[in-house]
């Protein structure tokens, strides 16, 4: 066998992982979206720096427990059971900032930096948590 060949077994669960990953991403992005009473890609195309900050830091708040679901999965259903969780946890973390921040989407969507950045922060941290609970 070739050092090709060896380096390359594992390529299809890495597509599988990374296609599903991805996906989750998007569906993540969507529904966030759609909860949030501002339009994030509205107010990005007008350069409104809050709502990019908010929505960044949502997207990578998701991505740390969804890396540390395939890490610590032992399946591709496993691991799509812990990014839908992860993906409940972070939506209701926007849900609890809202109560510490009144009115956040007008906040977002008027580029009040700190509320976005406060967003941001807080889905990060509590992302962060999430992916170091989610081990074997």
């Known amino acids: 066998m070739s050092h090709w060949t060896l380096s390359l077994v ?19 992005a969507l529904i966030y979206t759609q909860i949030t009473s501002h339009d994030e890609f509205a107010l990005i195309r007008e350069g409104k720096s809050a709502a990019a900050v908010a929505l960044g830091g949502s997207l990578i708040a998701f991505v740390l427990p969804l890396c540390s679901a395939i890490i610590h999965s032992v399946s591709l259903t496993d691991f799509v059971i812990w990014a839908g969780i992860a993906l409940v ?48």
């Not at 594992?10 to 993540?28: E, Q, R």
């Not at 209701?92 to 580029?111: C, E, G, K, M």
Request: positive net charge; contains cysteine.
């Open 10 to 28: 594992g390529l299809p669960a890495f597509l599988m992982y990374f296609g599903v990953a991805i996906g989750l991403l998007l569906l993540f």
């Open 89 to 136: 946890i972070q939506l209701a973390t926007f849900f609890a900032v809202r109560v510490f921040v009144p009115n956040l989407s007008q906040r977002i969507a008027h580029n009040e930096m700190a509320s976005g950045l406060f967003v941001a922060l807080a889905s990060v941290a509590v992302g962060a948590i999430n992916a170091a609970c989610m081990t074997p």
